[in-house]
């Protein structure tokens, strides 16, 4: 129900349609990164991963919000998506013109990271589990992906053997998350949650924009919403 509303919103608003396939997932599910069936029932006190984007004029969107089927964040929940959002600012703030497309990645990995050991999902330093890759168990996508005609745009991401670097008028996802399985080695509290934050960033001459910067992605901000859509 919660995908046909937002596609019916989405044609609504004037767009063709959904730009891609919508992913809404709630609770456990939305550990799955591309979970399409969105037949889950959700139930209070589990989070929704709702990620969802329309085509307009021959352009795509592609943005992900997390929040709470009830009206706020329990403990464990906030703590992640804290992280989650602090890493989406770093890698914001890394999406400027000359800087290199992986380090967008780099940026939202090292904040992730440095989150998952203060949760107790990951044990060493930071250069140890960035070395060991062993955040991927929690983190295994990349942070960003070209933006434009079709939601994975064409464009290289290497030019020889180097990063390629970011120019004016590309458009580019910062969408970092954090997947926790349900496991017998990981603190109760945190398993089956899922969060994904994603906004779309134009690089400018100066710097970049953040195109969908009207969604509401702070954690006070989703609960306000969220409390005045259950009241």
Same mark, same amino acid.
């Given at each position: 129900?919660?995908?046909?509303?937002?596609?019916?919103?989405?044609?609504?608003?004037?767009?063709?349609?959904?730009?891609?396939?919508?992913?809404?997932? $709630?609770?456990?599910?939305?550990?799955?990164?591309?979970? &399409?069936?969105?037949?889950?029932?959700?139930?209070?006190?589990?989070?929704?991963? %709702? /990620?969802?984007?329309? @085509?307009?004029?021959?352009?795509?969107?592609?943005?992900?919000?997390?929040?709470?089927?009830?009206?706020?964040?329990?403990?464990? *929940?906030? *703590?992640?998506?804290?992280?989650?959002?602090?890493? *989406?600012?770093?890698?914001?703030?890394?999406?400027?013109?000359?800087?290199?497309? @992986?380090?967008?990645? *780099?940026?939202?990995?090292?904040?992730?990271?440095?989150?998952?050991?203060? #949760?107790?999902? %990951?044990? $060493?330093?930071?250069?140890?589990?960035?070395?060991?890759?062993?955040?991927?168990?929690?983190?295994?996508?990349?942070?960003?992906?070209?933006?434009?005609?079709?939601?994975?745009? #064409?464009?290289?991401?290497?030019?020889?053997?180097?990063?390629?670097?970011?120019?004016? $008028?590309?458009?580019?996802?910062? =969408?970092?998350?954090?997947?926790?399985?349900?496991? /017998?080695?990981?603190?109760?509290?945190?398993? $089956?949650?899922?969060?994904?934050? @994603?906004?779309?960033?134009?690089?400018?001459?100066?710097?970049?924009? &953040?195109?969908?910067?009207? %969604?509401?992605?702070?954690? /006070? =901000?989703?609960?306000?919403?969220?409390?005045?859509?259950?009241?």
């Amino acid at each position: 129900w919660v995908a046909a509303r937002v596609e019916f919103l989405l044609r609504q608003s004037g767009c063709s349609g959904p730009a891609y396939g919508t992913i809404a997932a $709630g609770g456990r599910a939305a550990t799955i990164l591309h979970y &399409v069936r969105n037949d889950r029932k959700l139930q209070d006190g589990e989070l929704l991963l %709702l /990620d969802a984007g329309g @085509e307009f004029g021959g352009y795509a969107a592609d943005v992900t919000r997390t929040m709470p089927v009830g009206r706020t964040f329990s403990a464990a *929940q906030a *703590q992640l998506y804290d992280t989650v959002v602090a890493a *989406q600012q770093a890698a914001i703030d890394a999406a400027v013109p000359e800087a290199a497309h @992986e380090r967008v990645h *780099q940026a939202a990995v090292e904040v992730l990271v440095d989150g998952m050991i203060d #949760a107790g999902l %990951l044990e $060493g330093s930071r250069a140890e589990c960035i070395e060991k890759e062993s955040f991927k168990r929690f983190y295994m996508h990349g942070t960003s992906h070209w933006l434009g005609m079709d939601v994975h745009d #064409a464009g290289d991401y290497r030019r020889g053997d180097s990063s390629r670097p970011l120019e004016p $008028g590309m458009v580019l996802t910062v =969408e970092p998350g954090i997947y926790v399985p349900v496991a /017998d080695d990981i603190p109760e509290r945190f398993r $089956g949650i899922g969060i994904r934050v @994603e906004d779309d960033v134009l690089i400018t001459p100066s710097g970049h924009e &953040v195109l969908s910067e009207g %969604l509401p992605k702070q954690r /006070d =901000e989703i609960e306000r919403v969220r409390g005045r859509a259950l009241s």
